[in-house]
């Protein structure tokens, strides 16, 4: 058995996000199929708990077309030039770290590196303690600093302005809780169906519209809310509803 958390988008109350954890069978293994039973074990729990819920897995190994799609590693922009950046890589890229060396970061090399190269880059795992990230979508603009508080607030940020910007976000209307069976809370932070819910609140009660806020105001909309969000660390049910 395993945990994993499911995230409601809420219409109201002092919540964005809400947070179900649900018990399901884990079918062992990497393999696609395997990770599809233990989607399959995860959304039939959920289910039983939330019969009208219309669930979403959010990541590589969805069923659907449409989660596969919403991935952080498949979730771009296409930069002048032609080459795609992944929200992944663009998000590795912005980390800026604090060691007995000094600064190291931002490695802005690593936007046009693979999603899975990037995350996995030994320049980041070597690089000592997450300090701030940097962003700079080009050249020609400032480097605009972003703190590590909220924890999640800058990763969805950009995955926000991505997934604002794409024709995918009109079929999000038929669901209304979000998973992926990639993420592990114990080990991980940020989480794309977190972030998906999170666009798919904030649309819903008619906080945005048109772009997505830059920094400070983004961060002043966010916070004016209980965050509920993967760097909780509460094992159990934060919200039953």
């Known amino acids: ?29 990497l393999s696609v199929s395997q990770k599809q039973k233990s989607i399959a074990s995860l959304h039939s729990n959920f289910q039983k708990q939330f019969p009208d819920a219309r669930t979403l897995e959010v990541s590589s190994k969805s069923e659907e077309e449409l989660g596969r799609q919403l991935s952080a590693f498949n979730m771009g922009v296409t930069s002048k030039n032609g080459h795609f950046i992944s929200v992944e890589s663009l998000f590795q890229s912005s980390k800026v770290f604090v ?22 880059s030994e ?27 909220p924890k999640t607030a800058f990763y969805d940020w950009l995955y926000l302005n991505t997934l604002n910007n794409s024709p995918l976000k009109v079929h ?13 809370p114990d080990k991980s932070i940020n989480c794309q169906a977190y972030s998906v819910a999170l666009w798919c609140a904030l649309t819903r009660r008619s906080l945005i519209s048109g772009e997505i806020p830059g920094r400070e105001d983004f961060l002043r909309l966010v916070t004016q809310f209980t965050i509920h969000n993967t760097s909780d660390g509460v094992p159990r049910n934060m919200s039953l509803f």
């Open 99 to 120: 060691s007995d060396s000094g600064i190291l970061g931002p490695f802005r090399e690593l936007m046009l590196a693979s999603p899975k190269e990037a995350k996995q």
């Open 172 to 184: 999000l209307a038929h669901y209304s809780a979000f998973t992926d069976i990639e993420f592990n």
């Open 123 to 149: 320049k980041l795992k070597n690089a000592g303690v997450l300090k701030h990230f940097s962003f700079r979508p080009i050249e020609a603009r400032e480097e605009e600093i972003w703190p590590t508080e």
């Open 1 to 29: 058995m395993a945990i994993r958390p499911v995230f409601i988008p809420r219409e109201d109350g002092p919540a964005l996000v809400e947070i179900v954890n649900v018990d399901f069978e884990w079918s062992p293994g």
